[in-house]
């Protein structure tokens, strides 16, 4: 398939060429600058997506992009870096419409090394038309901050914040343009550091208990580069280049102990043990990409080819210990484990954009990517003064995955109606290979399967102004299992708790009905249906005294949603922006070889209240309160939490100074309820999120704004959630 590439731009090459024929011209005057200066509401809501101004986010003091995402509006992020929109799980992460090409727990990792200063605005889209990869529940789009003014300009900005442990997040963003060249870059670097203590409560059904108290602690550094140049070839025509680039080394300790009780609740055994880990992670890319404007009208072509390299290392030293309860030895176990992987993305895409009398656009593309993954994690047991390989629990696990994806859509505008309907394919080959050794068969598996995917929007001006908006939208998805996921290989978290991937995993399909009411971007109403066939979920199934946690399909899932939102001002100098949901959510499928039923109805709540106090201070604050969960065996219990932060403008109000408080009461606790067929389990768990932040923010330069192009429009955008 990778011969497909020269073909594509082949094509691509002769559309140009039948577009530019005619001569150029380029009779356009030079404008005037204009300086407009305004103050950036902190939500928008569109048509299609909501909109978060990140700098108009006073809490988001000294943050990094993960904090800001949890603060926005319909976004659920749970303590495991897990991401949902609307109650729509798998969310696909664009960074500048370009994917990350990470697993979940990278994504958060990486979001977290991502300082808050490098954000411009957040899109949150619900319901994404034909353009966007069907991968994921719903699309989140991060764009960085980017300046096209001629000359020089830039922002700094520096943050600390402080929890149990210290946190910087620190940015710059520089640009230059001169003539008919732009050269663009953004570089980050992040502290971060944390701790998460869990304990809780195994009850087995032959009588027998679990107590387990577990406190884990990592500390890491993220540097982040993001380097372009784009040259202007013509009026009509901008040629690109963008090369990215990150390192984070992290280290991480856990600790545990355990107490065992037999089937009468008498004292059985106890266990200590702690886990201690370095790692390496090294990601680089990069990106051409092509824009032909071909017309006045705004016909328009792009393209782009991407490659992206992902390699990380790991290490990890296990030590473990269990007494009688006399106090004698019973068993030890001195483990290392090696996490190396290396993952290649190719990508070629390619999009066109044509307007047509009456305020018709027809929009189609292609896209083509290719991914090769690698992983080799071996397994060693201490013997003695040296360590052994445990072939019998080691692994190499090595995937392929080539995508071959098109789409075209049309969309139609009338004094009250507009209407907008799109339909992509995708055809997904893949297959998986695990290298047998002395201790293991060698195994193999392909797949090969296309999938259409249907979209629609269809919106009514009730009145004459266009206040009163009415729409229809209706799309399909798909959630692909992450690249780990398929990974049979037996991962140690604790003496009583183990991953593992499950190679027969099968993807997930979405099928979303939204109706929705806007006025004036004043208040809204929307009512939302969900269904999801082969539902992902990490169940839980005990194996003597260890829980084994295994993604499976778990079966079907229903949800009938109502959102709500309002954003008025309350008096001249105070703006409050509230949003409502309310799920009713069916559960209907098989964990552990017991059948599941659960109904549930959960909401949350959000709020955020901005405060003028004068013309260069202002305040913050916001809150989430968020009703019982449910997500396959596990029920989480309410929980609540309120921020608040100020600022200042100064040096000429080209200088910011924030202050903020997350979490202050430290009330964001998680409690779960999972239930087995064997077995009931309590877990309480807590983590460093009330933290004090200080922030300081600087634009230099020129700041008017001009011709802005998305530096970042590649092409690799499923491929980069699901490197888990």
């Known amino acids: 398939m990778k011969s497909l590439i020269p073909i594509l731009w082949i094509i691509f090459l002769c559309m140009l060429h039948l577009t530019g024929n005619a001569q150029e011209k380029n009779n356009g005057k030079a404008l005037k600058e204009v300086t407009v200066t305004a103050k950036k509401p902190l939500i928008r809501h569109k048509a299609d997506r909501i909109i978060v101004n990140v700098d108009a986010m006073i809490t988001a ?21 897990n991401i949902q929109l609307n109650g729509k799980g798998g969310v696909l992460v664009l960074i500048d419409d370009k994917p990350t090409y990470m697993s979940a727990q990278d994504l958060a990792a990486y979001l977290r090394s991502l300082p808050a200063g490098m954000l411009d605005k957040i899109e949150l889209i619900s319901t994404p038309p034909a353009r966007y990869d069907a991968s994921g529940g719903a699309v989140i789009n991060l764009q960085l901050k980017k300046n096209k003014t001629p000359g020089f300009n830039g922002i700094m900005s520096i943050g600390y914040n402080q929890g149990v442990y210290a946190r910087s997040n620190n940015s710059l963003n520089l640009n ?41 602690g990592y500390s ?102 269990v007494y009688q309860v006399n106090g004698n030895l019973s068993s030890a176990n001195d483990m290392l484990y090696r996490l190396p992987v290396d993952i290649d993305i190719w990508s070629a895409k390619s999009d066109y954009n044509l307007p047509l009398k009456g305020n018709v656009v027809i929009e189609a593309g292609a896209k083509f990517s290719w991914v090769n993954t690698n992983y080799k994690n071996s397994w060693f047991q201490k013997a003695g003064v040296e360590y052994l390989p445990d072939y019998g629990r080691s692994d190499h696990f090595m995937y392929s995955e080539n995508i071959n994806a098109g789409y075209i859509s049309s969309a139609k505008e009338w004094k009250r109606w507009a ?170 499928g098989v964990a552990d070889n017991e059948p599941i039923y659960n109904n549930i109805y959960s909401g949350e709540a959000e709020f955020s209240n901005q405060f003028r106090l004068s013309k260069t201070w202002s305040a913050e604050l916001n809150g989430t309160f968020a009703t019982r969960h449910l997500q396959g ?37 998680r409690r779960d309820h999972i239930t087995t067929a064997e077995m009931l389990a309590l877990r309480r768990v807590k983590t460093d999120t009330r933290r004090i ?9 020129k700041d008017t704004n001009n011709r802005k192009r998305n530096h970042n429009t590649g092409g690799a955008a499923e491929e980069q959630g699901r490197v888990n």
């Open 61 to 81: 003091a000294g943050s990094n992009a993960m904090e800001v995402l949890a603060q926005s509006p319909g976004v659920f992020v749970d303590m495991d870096g």
């Open 176 to 216: 230059y343009r001169k003539k008919k060249v732009n050269v663009f870059g953004n570089v980050g670097y992040t502290r971060d550091a944390g701790y998460t203590t869990e304990t809780s409560q195994r009850n087995y059904g032959t009588g027998a208990v679990t107590l387990l108290n577990r406190r884990y």
């Open 220 to 321: 890491s550094n993220g540097y982040n580069l993001r380097a372009g140049v784009d040259y202007y070839v013509s009026a009509k025509t901008t040629l690109g280049v963008l090369l990215t680039g990150g390192i984070r080394p992290k280290t991480d300790v856990l600790n545990y102990n355990s107490d065992q009780l037999n089937a009468r609740q008498q004292p059985d055994s106890t266990g200590i043990g702690n886990t201690t880990g370095n790692y390496q992670w090294y990601s680089g890319g990069v990106n051409l990409n092509m824009q032909r404007r071909i017309n006045e009208k705004g016909a328009s072509i792009t393209g782009d080819l991407d490659y992206v390299n992902i390699h990380a290392n790991g290490n990890q030293v296990l030590l473990n210990e």
């Open 419 to 588: 209407i907008k309907g799109g339909l992509r394919v995708e055809n997904t080959r893949m297959q998986g290979h695990q290298p047998g050794n002395i201790a293991i068969a060698d195994s193999a598996f392909k797949r090969d399967y296309t999938n259409f995917f249907p979209s629609f929007h269809l919106s009514l001006k009730a009145d004459s102004a266009g206040h009163h908006v009415f729409s229809l939208s209706y799309s399909t998805r798909i959630r692909r299992p992450g690249y780990q996921q398929l990974n049979p290989f037996l991962f140690y978290n604790d003496r009583y708790s183990y991953t593992t991937g499950n190679p027969w995993l099968k993807p997930q399909y979405m099928y979303s009905l939204e109706l929705k009411y806007d006025y004036k971007s004043f208040v809204g109403v929307e009512l939302a249906y969900l269904k999801v066939n082969n539902l992902i979920q990490s169940i839980v199934q005990p194996v003597g005294d260890v829980w084994v946690t295994r993604p499976e399909n778990f079966g079907i899932n229903y949800s009938f949603n109502l959102f709500s939102w309002l954003s008025v001002d309350v008096a001249k100098a105070w703006h409050v922006n509230t949003f409502f949901i309310l799920f009713h959510l069916i559960n209907k």
């Open 633 to 669: 065996q596990t029920k989480t219990d309410p929980f609540w939490y309120l921020n608040g932060g100020i600022q200042k403008l100064i040096l000429k109000e080209k200088g910011t100074l924030k202050i903020s408080v997350d979490d202050i009461f430290h009330t964001r606790i």
């Open 693 to 701: 932040g200080i922030a300081f923010s600087y634009r230099f330069g």
